[in-house]
């Protein structure tokens, strides 16, 4: 027995050890919470990790800046799970093609804890465009109707749907379905088929009683029904499979007077989802939802991936912020096998695009097809589906799409809530903490290199290593110490406008730019966003935006820390023809570096701008970062501009041009390097109009003028021509400003230009490599455009009487025999003459142009020159007295020695005998055209090829040092002082008949 004073020490040492395990307790919760340990699960786009653990990482402690932000303290929606269809086609494959063995085994893969974990099922009500035939649950001869559904029946869904189901369900007992309808049976539609048509007004009530039937036919085999889509893709309809157009209108009555109503009076709990059809008609589900009758009875919408962008949905959420999301199909297919491009865009716009957009669900279209891209019902003819059976064998192939839902539905448990993570364009990522407090990251390298990169949890952090393309999840427990910091955008990558912090007035809307996605509008004098923690680094110079309005426009205006703070830039938005009619405008930025809170301030206190769809700041540069001069500038890369605009150009390799250009516009380009010089410059332009003058000026738009580029009609807006003219007096390196001048109005469109440097005297071209005519120094008259000829490119036309292109430094050698010019024309032609040195210099030989049949037939024509050899600048010169010679692509000069081998392979060819052939060498030896070695090497050169035989390689050797042999002793029987006993016939007869014996060998 304990005394009274024993029991109360007692107490007193028990109370005192409880608090120093809960002390101790409290820190070693601490302690584990830094330091904790991170899974990581890989999917590389070679294919060499698919969803493979890696070794497991640490969090250490750090509070500084990160890649990816997470903070498990801001929640986003809930999530449902994530699967595929089950539909006829995959039911059957699974069903049939497979044995109980090998589909408890891919049930598993799929279902189970220890596969992937998919936990949601999209069913079709009926047949789809993937079944074996065509039905729905109440399906009549012509001319009969059924208004009470006394013949309902899910019998064919008993076939192969409801058994797979029930073994799904069996492996995942928290399974969810989605039930989904192509088409409301024939007698119910006033087409009276299943293949199109809409639904008929007189049978929405028994349609709705069509729902309830089947919700409690499916909850009769255990298999009970989520959610309905009231429509799969209701704007689309077709007579190739079973479908049903159903409008906005027509689905708000359906819901709101019959199917609504009737789930309520039957205490259906299923829940209803409107649209079910593509992003980019995000209005429908709108439209629905603003329905005040509608909307009670309305869960949410549903997407699919086939046109716009994952964005839209969180048009619908902004609207509507109460109403769920889910995404609900996608598919890929042989219009794109390659594994790492499927991956990343799947990454980009389904499992991270939709999620951060607010879905509840992932779900892709077919689970299973066979290895024929089926079975089929009059749809799609080469989807592809999660997993691939084979019809034959059974065998199983898992797709690109398993491993994109892997990496998410493997650790993102039912139930689980997206929380914050920063969006990054380089590092693509979404977050989420699952019921049981474990939080998951997604993320996928953006970039086209392997990048390090820093995740940030409360006062945690780690680094990890993707390859470009690769994927990773990430898995972690514990609790979040201390807040996860800020992320800080940058402001020098495409900032989407509807993507602000905050914003007052202003609008989403559809965007029908490049790209898609959603456009700010509505906007007001007065309106704003706000676009928090903008790194500006060490300073911007200039800021472009996307506009486009069909009001007189206004200004937009960017401030730092508040609508009224500190001005750094105001851009000019004019009218631009339309709310959808897109141009980039671009102003000078100043007085701005480091991290601030960005306001974009709308100003016109006479209305509306206009629509605003992304801005992008530019850099200061810095004297260090040169832009070479002699390549080639994109106009649209600009710096700085004024009055311009771009759009898109119908030129050679696409992008955009300039355009829009007045009198007194210009644009700018900072510290373009001349290095020693330059001699001339080429503009790509087009234009429909007078034209005018583009001036090129040093450091300003009145500073030292160093070429002016005249600029006439070229035929059209998009009929694009090269236009050159001389350089003077620059060197080094000079902000480039190119202003656009003109009397009479607009100029016209501008691509691209390119400097032409001095040549150094030392630096010398081969003749006798071929050389492209657009490549000239120095031109007159002459314009470039694109060649349908071989390997493409350039060449130069509008030749006329007089013009004339110039390279400097052609190194001849020895002499040149002749040359071939590569022409084309539909004119009567005209004469090229070559000259040396100058447009009237020594002429070394002239080519007669004919018609070829066309501007773009192309020949090659030859002519003999004479009297050139060393190093000269040539000039060709176009002569015709009445108009047009023709367009010129290459020229190549040759000498003795192509003549020669040619020769040769008209020897081979049996074109010309021995004798001539040995002759011919004899003489090329002789006068120092060439030498015996050179004669050894063409010969093997020419009769070599195509040999592979080992012996005959080494015949055809031996016979060609022979006759090298031959030429030595003649050379040296010419070098004797008495030549007359030189015997040149002797020679003659001994190098024939050793090409007597190559010709055998060969």
Known sequence: MFSQKNKKQRAISMLFLAFILVFTSVNISTSIAIGESVEVWVTTPDQQKLLEQDSDIQFSSDTSAADIHVDENIEYQEMDGFGAAVSGSSAYLLHEKLDSTQRELILNDLFGEGGISLSFVRQTMGASDFNRSSYTYNDLPDGETDPNLEQFSIEKDKENIIPVLQEIQSVNPELKILGTPWSAPAWMKESGTLNGGTLSPDHYQVYADYFVKYIEAYENEGLPIYAITVQNEPHHETNSYPSMYMSAEQQIEFIKNYLGPTFESQFIETDIIAWDHNWNEFEYPIQVLNDEEVRPYVAGSAFHCYAGTPESQTAVHNAYPDKGIWFTECSGGEWATEFGGNLKWNMENIVIGATRNWAKSVLLWNLALDENFGPTNGGCSDCRGVITVDSRSGEVIKNVEYYVLGHISKFVQPGAKRIESNANNEMLNVAFKNPDGSKVLLAMNNTEEERDFKVRWGEQSFIYSLPAGAVATFVWSGEQIGDSGEFEINPFEQMEAENFSDMNGVQTESANDAGGGLVVGHTDDGDYLVFNNVNFENGAESVDIRVATEAEGGKIEFRLGSVTGELISSVDVPNTGGWQSWITNTAIVSNVAGVHDLYVVFKNENGGIGNFNWFKFNKTTPEENKLSAFERIEAENYDVLYGTQTESANDAGGGLNIGHTDDGDYIGFKNVDFEKGAVNVEARVATDSDGGTFEFRLDSTDGPLISTLEVTKTGGWQSWVTKSADVSNVEGIHDLFIVFKSNTGGIGNFNWFKFNETIPEETKWSAFEKIEAENYHTQYGVQTENTSDNGGGLNVGHTDNGDYIGFKNVDFEKGAVGVDVRAATDSEGGTLEFRLDSLTGTLIGTVDITNTGGWQSWVTETTEVSNVTGIHDLYVVFQNGSGGIGNINWIKFFDTTEVLKNELEQLRTENKTAFELAEAIINYVKLDEGSPREVN?????????????????????????????????????????????????????????????????S
């Open 937 to 1001: 090497t063409l010969l093997q050169d020419v009769f070599l090829a195509g040999v592979t035989d080992h012996e005959t390689v080494i015949h055809i050797g031996n016979i060609a040092d022979h006759i090298e042999r031959d030429l030595n002793r003649m050379l040296q029987d010419l070098n004797k002082e008495n030549k007359k006993s030189f015997n040149q016939d002797q020679y003659v007869k001994l190098v024939e008949k050793e090409l007597q014996k190559l010709l055998k060998k």
